[in-house]
């Protein structure tokens, strides 16, 4: 099976069925951030953090729509904490994983990794209506780890453990599985880089039968193969 064609087929699926979402985003003209910041500081001053969270999450909104991501990571970040004050947490849980969103986007690899986790550990496993998303916050913080320049397949080894550890859902997932398939592959690279080449493919094939990968995984797949292959296939 043709890697290339693999990846260029899902994503060709993806954008297929994933509409563009820009008519719902707001538009905040640069002359108004002055008067927003103003009600946010008003709305605090009241105890009213709900109301501010509002306006923060379309300050911050309005930055990622710009493509100002190191801002709009920022202003979520702060959103995240209005809204724990207002003691709404499924809206805390959605703009943190925005933030994980926005670091993978960015390409900070170990900031997206550690902000999945975290997610999955201090969030979604706490709730009864979020612990069934914790396994693919596992799953998106292992593939992060794999798709940094420093990959240390030592450590992704461990977090895998660790995660498993952790939630027995996520141990007995097929997402698991196929964590440590690839991982597998990984490691035996330096012994037949030809075989388990088509085991990559096969496993990514498989697995997006199944469960299809969304954009961010794709992506960050389509690194690790570039870090990991190219370089072996180079040598």
């Known amino acids: 099976m043709s890697f290339v064609w693999l990846f260029n087929s899902i994503h060709a699926c993806i954008h297929a069925k994933v509409p563009s979402s820009d008519q719902h985003r707001p538009t905040i003209y640069p002359s108004s951030y002055r008067f927003t910041e103003k009600a946010v500081s008003i709305y605090c001053d009241c105890k009213k953090?709900?109301?501010?969270?509002?306006?923060?999450?379309?300050i911050a909104e309005a930055k990622e729509k710009s493509n100002n991501y190191e801002e709009a990571i920022a202003q979520f970040k702060m959103t995240t904490q209005y809204y724990r004050a207002a003691k709404m947490d499924l809206q805390v849980l959605e703009c943190q994983r925005k933030v994980g969103y926005l670091l993978a986007r960015s390409g900070k690899y170990d900031q997206a990794s550690e902000a999945e986790q975290e997610i999955a550990r201090s969030e979604e496993l706490r709730h009864n209506l979020s612990k069934?998303?914790?396994q693919h916050s596992f799953f998106r913080a292992i593939?992060?780890?794999m798709a940094r320049d420093n990959c240390d397949l030592d450590q992704v080894k461990t977090v895998l453990q660790e995660s498993?550890?952790?939630d027995f859902?996520?141990?007995?997932?097929?997402?698991?599985?196929?964590l440590n398939n690839i991982l597998h592959v990984l490691v035996e690279l330096e012994n037949d880089a030809g075989t388990v080449?088509?085991?990559?493919?096969?496993?990514?094939?498989?697995?997006?039968?199944?469960?299809?990968?969304?954009?961010?995984d794709l992506e960050l797949l389509e690194r690790i193969y570039s870090l990991h292959f190219d370089s072996e296939m180079d040598e």
């Open 164 to 166: 498993m550890q952790l």
């Open 132 to 134: 069934y998303s914790a």
């Open 197 to 216: 080449h088509h085991e990559f493919a096969d496993h990514i094939f498989d697995y997006n039968e199944l469960y299809p990968f969304d954009e961010i």
């Open 49 to 58: 953090y709900r109301q501010a969270a509002r306006i923060r999450k379309w």
């Open 169 to 178: 859902r996520f141990e007995t997932s097929v997402g698991c599985a196929f």
């Open 143 to 145: 593939l992060l780890l």
